[in-house]
């Protein structure tokens, strides 16, 4: 399904729609973490990409945001969980778009059950970047040299 245009997407109010991160289907993550659904239905490492074509794909309207899960997002290891997914689950008089998936909870259960087809049909992406944030930072040959000035704090000493 072709992405909506950013002119139509300003004008639609997703304030309403189901919040969904990567961390919610993460079978890593503990629930104090954020984890939302029981872990033999969760998946290793979802993407915010690969969760909004999912979700897409599923027959929902759907937007992908930049953000972050503060709950359990880390700088150094958690890059690969940005984003998060508004998900148009209920129509204007808050019934279900599609009857067989009726709350968020069982929304999170069909996407992380349609991902591993997803990753099947068109390959898996985030392996190459976790791959690099797993490896050991490798130091700059010469070592570290410091310069002329002092490492000393200075200013007014208390009397």
């Given amino acids: 399904k072709p992405l909506l245009p950013l002119v139509a997407l300003k004008k639609m109010d997703t304030s309403r729609w189901i919040c969904l991160y990567p961390s919610y289907l993460d079978s890593a993550k503990t629930i104090d973490k954020g984890r939302k659904i029981a872990k033999a239905k969760a998946v290793d490492a979802p993407h915010a990409e690969e969760i909004y074509a999912t979700v897409r794909f599923m027959g929902f309207e759907a937007v992908l945001e930049k953000k972050y899960y503060s709950k359990s997002f880390h700088y150094s290891t958690d890059l690969y969980s940005r984003g998060r997914i508004r998900v148009k689950l209920f129509d204007e008089n808050k019934k279900s778009i599609r009857p067989e998936i009726g709350s968020r909870r069982a929304l999170f259960v069909q996407v992380a059950s349609n991902i591993p ?43």
């Fill in 117 to 159: 087809k997803y990753r099947e049909k068109h390959g898996r992406k985030v392996d190459q970047l976790s791959q690099m944030m797993t490896a050991p930072a490798v130091a700059p040959a010469g070592g570290s040299r410091k310069t002329g000035k002092s490492t000393k704090k200075g200013g007014k000493k208390k009397k």
